[in-house]
């Protein structure tokens, strides 16, 4: 497996993951502005020369958030989204990130147990965050500052 920062090229394939995997995707259009978003950072992991999986952070001083994360569902468990996660906590700890925070859909046990393995805690709820179909979000979020006192 290989992760690089997305380029024009990959965007085609993460809007076509995008499609496959949620239910209100990012359109192509919105993820090549993405591109040109000073504040964004996303990586694609490859395998085999196919696009299985990407993630995207958004950073404003030192919050970062998690704007998706998506692996091909040929190419789950195989450790693309704990790769991915793992490299974008390595950004925001070179870049001065006190804390890494995502919204997940309160039934999508999959990416719960994937960010609570990885140190995320639970420090909030939105209340009907997402549509198609209505649900709350948890809050998560890792923090790095805590790290370097424990
Ligand atoms: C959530 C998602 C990104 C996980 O990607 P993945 O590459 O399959 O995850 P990994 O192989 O890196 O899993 C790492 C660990 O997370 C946990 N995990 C991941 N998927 C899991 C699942 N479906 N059920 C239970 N635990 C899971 C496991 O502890 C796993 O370790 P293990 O395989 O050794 O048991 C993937 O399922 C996905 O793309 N889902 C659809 C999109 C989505 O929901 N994105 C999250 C939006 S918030």
């Known amino acids: 497996m290989i992760i690089y920062p997305m380029k024009a090229k990959t965007v085609p394939c993460i809007a076509a993951l995008e499609r496959l995997c949620f239910s209100e995707p990012w359109s192509q259009a919105s993820l090549e502005a993405e591109l040109r ?14 696009t299985a999986g990407y993630a995207g952070i958004h950073q404003v001083l030192d919050e970062a958030c998690v704007t998706n994360v998506a692996v091909d569902p ?16 390595n950004i925001c700890r070179r ?9 997940v859909r309160e039934s999508n046990q999959g990416a719960i147990a994937l960010y609570q393995n990885l140190g995320f805690e639970e420090v909030g709820r939105r209340k009907h965050y997402y549509t198609h179909p209505t649900e709350d979000a948890l809050l998560l979020t890792k923090f790095f500052a805590r790290e370097a006192t424990l």
């Open 95 to 103: 870049e001065g990130s006190a804390f890494l925070t995502l919204e």
């Open 37 to 50: 978003n000073p504040l964004a950072t996303w990586l694609v992991a490859e395998i085999g020369g196919q």
């Open 74 to 89: 040929a190419h789950r468990r195989k450790g693309v989204g704990k790769a991915l996660m793992l490299a974008l906590e």
